[in-house]
């Protein structure tokens, strides 16, 4: 595996290793997306099956990947890469509507931004390639293990600079 495989597949395992930390750390998510008030009511009874869903597709990759297996990292990055894409439909409509409320994306306080739609949109497209077997899985255990520590990095890159960019906003507000 060459760096120019290793960098594209980091940021496709970025997206599925965020998804897993969403799974673990997020807390009462139906009642966030109750008081958004977009969804339909039946929707919303679904709502509690969303973290394992996530945590499950986003572990189904990290497993696919370290594992070697094709098929099933295929199947689970479209099923993620799916998911992003309503993510940043979701989070769009509700920006749009609501503005800048809490959206219950890594936790229960975080706004809903043009960032969050943004950022779920390249994780999707980064996911994309995957899904058609690209990069190759290696064959190397060394290497697949080496893709997802790069990958839990830029996850945790990406935690970051979402966080900062929430401070950057809400101080910006303060200060009008």
């Known amino acids: 595996m060459t760096v120019f495989d290793m960098l594209p597949a980091s940021f496709a395992l970025a997206g599925a290793v965020l998804l897993v930390v969403a799974a673990v750390r997020r807390g009462d998510l139906t009642s966030v997306i109750r008081a958004h008030d977009l969804l339909p009511a039946y929707l919303v009874r679904l709502a509690p099956l969303a973290a394992p869903a996530e945590g499950l597709a986003g572990a189904a990759v ?58 779920a949109v390249l994780l999707a497209l980064a996911t994309a390639p995957l899904v058609a077997g690209w990069p190759p899985v290696p064959a190397e255990p060394g290497a697949r293990l080496l893709a997802c520590g790069l990958g839990a990095f830029v996850a945790g890159v990406l935690i970051t600079a979402g966080k900062v960019a929430d401070l950057r906003g809400t101080s910006a507000a303060g200060g009008r």
């Open 62 to 119: 990290l497993a696919g990947w370290l594992a070697g297996e094709a098929r099933l990292l295929r199947f689970a990055a479209a099923a993620v890469a799916l998911w992003y894409l309503a993510l940043a439909a979701y989070l769009a409509v509700l920006l749009r509507r609501r503005g800048g409320v809490p959206c219950g994306c890594l936790d229960e306080t975080s706004p809903a931004s043009a960032a969050k739609v943004g950022r």
